[in-house]
């Protein structure tokens, strides 16, 4: 198995901090563009696509409406995947950034999954 290639992806979002990070850390706002269902047990976060699949993960760390911190249960240990809000000071302009681990021959793929949940975010909260 090769070494995981950290990946860190840049949006900017029309919506406030507080919008945003509603729909990056609730069962609600996650299943409108991450996934098809989100539930929420004991710690134990469970997103189900459509065909069955579903993976699991756990809250490791939040900061309310500035970052969120997931991790795979079934994943390499140093992986995660992370939304990190930033305001620019002189623009106003909410960029939300997103760090995901893949494989070096997934990260094409792993980056197009990503654009494509985000131009879903984008709708969903219509920015």
């Not at 990056?24 to 269902?37: N, P, Q, Y």
């Not at 997931?70 to 995947?81: H, Q, R, S, V």
């Amino acid at each position: 198995m090769s070494e995981l290639k950290k990946i860190q992806l840049e949006y900017i979002l029309r919506t406030s901090p507080n919008v945003l990070f509603s729909f990056l850390t609730e069962a609600s706002g996650l299943s409108e563009w991450f996934c098809d269902d989100v539930n929420n047990r004991g710690g134990v976060i469970t997103f189900k696509w459509s065909g069955d699949s579903e993976e699991h993960a756990k809250l490791i760390s939040l900061k309310e409406n500035k970052y969120v911190k997931y991790k795979w249960l079934d994943g390499p240990e140093n992986a995660y995947f992370e939304f990190l809000l930033e305001v620019d000071e002189i623009t106003g302009e909410l960029a939300l950034i997103v760090t995901d681990f893949a494989e070096p021959e997934d990260e094409e793929e792993l980056i197009l999954t990503w654009n494509s949940a985000i131009q879903k975010l984008h709708s969903v909260i219509g920015s």
